[in-house]
């Protein structure tokens, strides 16, 4: 089977002591696999060695390339970053910690055939009673109030370029995720899940339940519901109009 071109990227914050190892796990995965491939890694303001680090692997590591944020803009900005960067045909967001292993990558490409999106979603979050908590609301919410189910929208996704290129988020928030996935699959993209055990987060901690998150999400689910609706609406209005709805 042949697979499709993949852009292999990276957000790393702070993540010295274990970017250099990251990042040469993947080249060695990925130089051998056949595939055609890139590898981004976005140094989003760190104040450690890791934009040294990453900066120096680029004498290293064929196909690497690297973004760098002269302040920390935080993970939404950092991941869409990512994505505009892109250019292959599939984008492999990982996370630098390790908890997703990069080799899930060659179990998920098999599923490219028949699917569009493929999350690789979570079998144990390791989240205490309250991230838990917001976790199945975060994904409970898509389902209720439009009808999307995200599996495990804060997972490590494998996703058609052409969604990222398709689709402007107006999401600010971490619900950016679940938006992308709900616009994508109600304008008929297929989305499947590939589930995976996950390791123990190595570095850094999650900052998932932080209120201005939370905060940001609520804010931002009635604004996606609105958009929609009124998408709706308008295609609705003018029935001769034949673009795709989003």
Known sequence: MTFPSVSVCFPAYNEEAIIGEVLQEAHVLLSGSGLEYEIIVCNDGSADRTAA??????????????????????????FEHLFSAACKEFVFLNAADQQWRTSILFDMLPLTKES????????NKHYGLMRRFVSWGFNTVPLILFDVRTFD??????????????????SRSPF????????????????TQYPVEISVRRTGRAHGVRLRFLLGALM???????????????????????????
């Open 153 to 170: 929208a804060g997972a490590v996704k494998l996703i058609r370029r052409e969604i990222i290129q398709r689709f402007p988020l107006i």
């Open 53 to 78: 680090i990453i900066q120096d692997l680029t004498t290293h590591i064929p196909h690497l390339r690297v973004l760098h944020h002269p302040h920390n803009l935080g993970i939404s900005a950092t």
């Open 220 to 246: 931002d689910i009635p604004r996606v519901w609105w958009a929609l609706r009124k998408r709706k609406v308008d295609k609705a209005e003018h029935p001769t109009d034949s673009a795709p709805s989003a």
């Open 116 to 123: 569009d999106i493929i999350v690789a979603s979570r079998v």
């Open 176 to 191: 950016s995720e679940a938006e992308r996935l709900i616009r994508a699959t109600r304008a008929g993209y297929r989305i």
